[in-house]
């Protein structure tokens, strides 16, 4: 299972895009890239998941580059609500048995 | 709201006791895993249960024990409490059925005290 690195925090204030990068060095041919958001006391929330080029939904866009060794959550106009802790998540899910290893995130604190 | 649910949602044991958290998975969802999370930190995989029978396992002594039942809802059993035991235990759903991008919805957990 790929290990992941992002960073331990980022600031932003309301209105503002946030583009958060996660580095998946080891990614495996097999492996999604997955991305969850946690508030204190409650369990994650899955919000965006891709294999390759851009994903979009209707919370975040996904952009992964050719090489798959990095990709970047970009969460549009964020709102003092998105202030969360942001996982980013990399493994064959289907395959790995549930064996999913989150890090320790990137707490987002989004300011007025 | 993401249709599955724990209970209980607090518990405060004392060290060496046992306890048994419970799960109910989401309509549909075939397969439950169970992470615990330290304050601070990031979920770590306990282990996972589909159709009934355990389907991997984390880095977790056997006192860390769970059953599915037919319904799918799911028990986690922890023997012999200890203080460092004390922390967030959450379960989350999927169905197996999706193939390899599988979503896992989690419910917001138990928090446990081991005093």
């Known amino acids: 299972l790929a290990k992941t690195t992002q960073p331990i925090s980022m600031d932003s204030y309301e209105g503002q895009e946030v583009n958060i990068t996660c580095s998946h060095n080891?990614?495996?041919?097999?492996?999604?890239i997955t991305w969850y958001q946690q508030f204190p006391s409650q369990g994650p929330r899955f919000i965006i998941q891709g294999y390759k080029t851009k994903v979009t939904n209707e919370v975040a866009s996904l952009f992964i580059p050719a090489d798959r060794k990095s990709s970047t959550l970009s969460l549009p106009r964020v709102s003092l609500s998105d202030t969360a802790v942001y996982y980013c998540l990399v493994g064959d899910i289907g395959g790995s048995q549930g064996n999913l290893i989150f890090g320790k995130g990137t707490k987002l604190s989004v300011k007025p | 709201e993401t249709g599955v649910t724990q209970s209980p949602t607090h518990l405060i044991k004392t060290r060496g006791q046992q306890v048994t958290l419970r799960c109910s998975s989401q309509?549909?969802?075939?397969?439950v895993s169970w992470y615990q999370q330290a304050l601070g930190q990031g979920p770590q995989f306990i282990f996972q249960?589909?159709?009934?029978?355990?389907?991997g396992r984390g880095n977790f002594p056997p006192r860390f024990s769970g059953l599915q039942f037919p319904n799918y809802s799911s028990e986690l059993n922890v023997n012999a409490l200890e203080l460092d035991d004390s922390a967030l235990y959450l379960c989350?759903?999927?169905?197996?059925?999706?193939?390899?991008?599988?979503?896992?919805?989690f419910g917001s957990g138990t928090q446990l005290s081991v005093l």
């Open positions: 249960y589909y159709r009934e029978e355990e389907n």
């Open positions: 309509s549909g969802h075939n397969t």
């Open positions: 989350a759903s999927s169905d197996r059925g999706q193939g390899i991008n599988e979503k896992l919805f």
């Open positions: 080891n990614i495996a041919t097999n492996d999604y």
